[in-house]
């Protein structure tokens, strides 16, 4: 079997702040939650400071070996899409390392192609917290 498809990436603007990011905090994270409010936005967090949950799905890597995970249930409406972290001016969630910045990640999403939906439901299931 080939590789997975990607399943979500940063945007230049994304990439730029990750790379600061991690220039001030050291190796990064996202995780977004199924929550209202900002717990429905990509939270980026130092790497081992939140703890995934057994049922939260590792959908990829992005920017420079960045895990991005997702809860399960958030996952559930989001199978169908490839995912786009963009960044936004505006005040996030203060626990999301851009805060201070004055600005915030956000989705974007675009519905798979036949293909890529195809080659993804022939592929074995993402890895969880559980793995």
């Not at 209202?36 to 995934?52: L, Q, T």
């Not at 959908?59 to 997702?70: A, K, N, R, S, Y």
Request: glycine share 12%; net charge negative; with cysteine.
């Amino acid at each position: 079997m080939g590789e997975r498809i990607r399943r979500v990436e940063l945007t230049d603007q994304a990439r730029t702040l990750v790379a600061t990011l991690t220039e001030e905090h050291g190796p990064l994270m996202f995780h977004q939650s199924g929550g209202c409010c900002d717990g429905s936005a990509p939270m980026c967090y130092p790497r081992g400071e939140f703890r995934v949950g057994g049922s939260d799905v590792l959908l990829g890597e992005v920017g420079e070996d960045i895990p991005f995970w997702m809860s399960s249930s958030q996952y559930e409406y989001w199978r169908h899409t490839f995912l786009t972290v963009d960044v936004v001016p505006g005040r996030g969630s203060g626990f999301s390392v851009e805060a201070p910045h004055g600005v915030r990640f956000l989705i974007r999403s675009r519905l798979l192609t036949d293909e890529e939906f195809q080659q993804i439901s022939a592929e074995p299931p993402l890895p969880t917290g559980a793995d």
